[in-house]
């Protein structure tokens, strides 16, 4: 079973200012890991992934993610923040057998950006 | 931007009556999700499909029937709507192998309301 925790349901950053989304996970089997991003009336689309490798992993935009597997964490940043990453993301996390992609997703936090 | 459209786009019904969701792909991909979207539970799986007349079940699937005749159609029945299965619902697919594994393409959802 796996699971996913993400602390903060609203954060709110300036233009400019760094952006921190935290995610804790559980999982009984060694994981994959996701961020994904929601536009206002879109679906989701993917902004990064660690699947194995190198755990500090880069996505769109400019975000990154790191996967710290003694903290069970894979917190999503990027130095400035843009007015244009106002949205809502999600984390989510997926065992790593199998090949159906049946990720189990967190409860979403949706950054605001003011100037 | 992947193939996937959904309809239709928004709903109204009332309880008691079946509604049909369809999910209508041009990937060819082999994997096809539906999930619901509910404030503060962010993305639940319902059920998915790993190929024709193959599906299965999700974490939310009671009161939810799938059938893929089709490898591009999947349809989501709800055989007797209820006011809880109020939500908008997105159908994702995925190639399921290899470096793509856990990345969902979305559709931009069908909002559901159950009077």
């Known amino acids: 079973a796996q699971s996913v925790t993400q602390l903060g349901s609203h954060v709110s950053v300036s233009e400019g200012a760094l952006v921190l989304l935290r995610c804790n996970y559980s999982s009984s089997v060694p994981p994959y890991l996701f961020w994904y991003v929601q536009y206002p009336n879109q679906g989701l689309q993917l902004l990064l992934k660690?699947?194995?490798?190198?755990?500090l992993v880069k996505g769109i935009n400019g975000f990154e993610a790191e996967f710290k597997k003694s903290e069970t964490s894979f917190h999503l940043t990027k130095p400035s923040a843009h007015m244009s990453d106002a949205a809502e993301y999600f984390c989510a996390v997926m065992p790593n057998t199998g090949t159906a992609s049946k990720l189990t997703f967190g409860t979403g936090t949706r950054l605001q950006v003011t100037l | 931007d992947a193939g996937i459209t959904q309809s239709p786009r928004h709903k109204v019904t009332e309880t008691g009556t079946p509604v049909t969701l369809r999910c209508h792909q041009t990937?060819?991909?082999?994997?096809m999700y539906w999930y619901r979207q509910d404030p503060g539970h962010g993305l639940r799986l319902i059920h998915y499909?790993?190929?024709?007349?193959?599906?299965d079940k999700g974490e939310v699937s009671d009161g939810y029937s799938v059938s893929r005749s089709k490898t591009e159609d999947f349809l989501l029945t709800l055989e007797s709507a209820t006011s809880s299965q109020t939500s908008v619902y997105f159908c994702?697919?995925?190639?399921?192998?290899?470096?793509?594994?856990?990345?969902?393409?979305f559709g931009e959802g069908s909002r559901l309301t159950v009077l």
């Open positions: 660690y699947t194995t490798g190198a755990t």
């Open positions: 994702a697919i995925s190639a399921g192998s290899g470096s793509s594994t856990g990345e969902l393409f």
């Open positions: 990937e060819n991909h082999r994997y």
């Open positions: 499909s790993y190929g024709v007349k193959d599906t």
